[in-house]
């Protein structure tokens, strides 16, 4: 007579290689979550930094031209700003502006009227991170007399891009 063997394979996983792979799995989402966002913040800032920078080129076009006052009429200087979803409501203030010049969701802030030393102002509001609008943080490119143009912020250090 011949003997049978049956064949005791384990098939599927153990309680305790679930809950390892449980673990590590939290483990691994700890620390990629908040990675995540400060990574997010980071490219917020950089965004910002680059929509409130594209004005400076306009800005010193009008002021090399005589433009000074910030506005859409015949003569006055139109920056082009365009809306954000990741700066507060804006616009552009000044003396000799009315209210409806430039103003609006997520514009940069131009001072008028415009002078050798002129800034454009971003808010971080609507979208940014959460870190970016306490306070609110506040990216700003401010024009020296001999016309270059600087970079100052408000953000947090570990936010701040190169060159501001």
């Known amino acids: 007579?011949?003997?049978?063997?049956?064949?005791?394979?384990q098939k599927g996983f153990t309680l305790i290689e679930l809950m390892i792979v449980i673990a590590i799995i939290g483990i691994l989402a700890a620390i990629a979550i908040p990675q995540y966002q400060d990574y997010i913040a980071r490219s917020q800032v950089n965004r910002v930094m680059g929509e409130a920078g594209s004005?400076?080129?306009a800005i010193e076009d009008?002021?090399?031209?005589?433009?000074?006052?910030?506005?859409?009429a015949a003569g006055e200087c139109d920056p082009g700003a365009t809306a954000s979803n990741l700066m507060a409501d804006g616009g552009n203030t000044g003396p000799d502006l009315a209210a409806?010049?430039?103003v609006g969701a997520g514009v940069p802030t131009v001072t008028a009227p415009l002078t050798d030393v002129s800034t454009i102002?971003?808010?971080?509001?609507?979208?940014?991170a959460a870190v970016l609008q306490t306070g609110p943080a506040t990216l700003t490119w401010t024009r020296s007399a001999n016309g270059s143009w600087a970079c100052t912020t408000t953000v947090p250090a570990?936010?701040?891009?190169n060159g501001c």
């Not at 007579?1 to 394979?9: A, E, L, P, T, W």
């Not at 009008?62 to 859409?72: E, K, S, T």
């Not at 570990?158 to 891009?161: G, K």
């Open 1 to 9: 007579m011949k003997s049978i063997h049956i064949n005791h394979s």
């Open 121 to 128: 102002t971003a808010t971080f509001g609507n979208n940014a």
């Open 158 to 161: 570990e936010y701040t891009p």
């Open 55 to 57: 004005l400076k080129t």
């Open 100 to 102: 409806a010049d430039l």
């Open 62 to 72: 009008c002021i090399l031209n005589g433009r000074l006052a910030v506005g859409n």
